[in-house]
């Protein structure tokens, strides 16, 4: 079936870099553009980044644009988020998501603590 | 600050039908139209209706999404207890050139 595994969410200190993944199975992963989209503990969605089919266009929220870079390898299924100069606002679950005219699948999310 | 406005929260009766609304302008909601998705605690969001206002496979029937210039609106008839849940309405937004996400209405079935 369809599935979207997170991995990679830990604790970082402010400042620091995280490079969280994204594994897709059940569908064609190379056909379809894929979504970041975050959660802050007991806050709403907060969408992040988003990556064409074929990697050339990306978009980014202008909470993390120079900061995070949102990349896939469609030879081996998976989507990536590289977190740099992390903030205590970052904190918070990170969700891929699968782009089917709306964010039609989602992943289970992987928690991101930003804490010293 | 989200960029779709929804109310914070709605509480109706077991059986009773929701509105839940989004409201946006004519970057997003208006041109774009709005998808809808519910998130129960503790778990992932899950896609209610798409941006043209579909249904993905399994959706229950009771549950459908239509859109009046840039507000959007969800309805939901026969209130269940599992229909307790966080929705929230999504778009593209074509001057941001970026996805947008109401704050989220929380429903209450009482």
């Known amino acids: 079936q369809v599935q979207l595994v997170e991995s990679g969410g830990t604790v970082v200190q402010p400042g620091g870099s995280l490079g969280l993944s994204c594994a897709v199975s059940g569908f064609t992963f190379r056909d379809y553009a894929m979504h970041w989209v975050r959660q802050a503990p007991g806050k709403g969605l907060e969408w992040v980044s988003f990556i064409s089919y074929h990697g050339r266009h990306k978009l980014y929220a202008d909470s993390v644009k120079g900061r995070f870079t949102i990349s896939r390898d469609n030879s081996k299924n998976t989507l990536s988020l590289q977190m740099n100069s992390l903030r205590l606002e970052d904190m918070g679950v990170y969700y891929c998501a699968k782009e089917g005219n709306a964010f039609d699948i989602w992943g289970q999310g992987t928690m991101v603590t930003v804490s010293s | 600050q989200p960029g779709l406005t929804q109310p914070p929260s709605v509480s109706k009766g077991l059986r009773q039908t929701a509105t839940l609304t989004c409201t946006g302008n004519s970057n997003n909601v208006g041109n774009q139209g709005a998808a809808w998705l519910q998130q129960h605690q503790g778990h992932p969001p899950k896609l209610l209706s798409d941006?043209?206002?579909n249904r993905p496979s399994g959706i229950s029937e009771r549950l459908s999404a239509s859109r009046s210039g840039n507000a959007a609106s969800l309805t939901i008839t026969g209130l269940q207890p599992e229909d307790e849940a966080d929705y929230y309405c999504?778009?593209?937004?074509?001057?941001?050139?970026?996805?947008?996400f109401g704050g989220g209405t929380k429903l209450t079935v009482l």
């Open positions: 999504s778009a593209w937004d074509t001057s941001l050139s970026a996805w947008v």
């Open positions: 941006r043209n206002n």
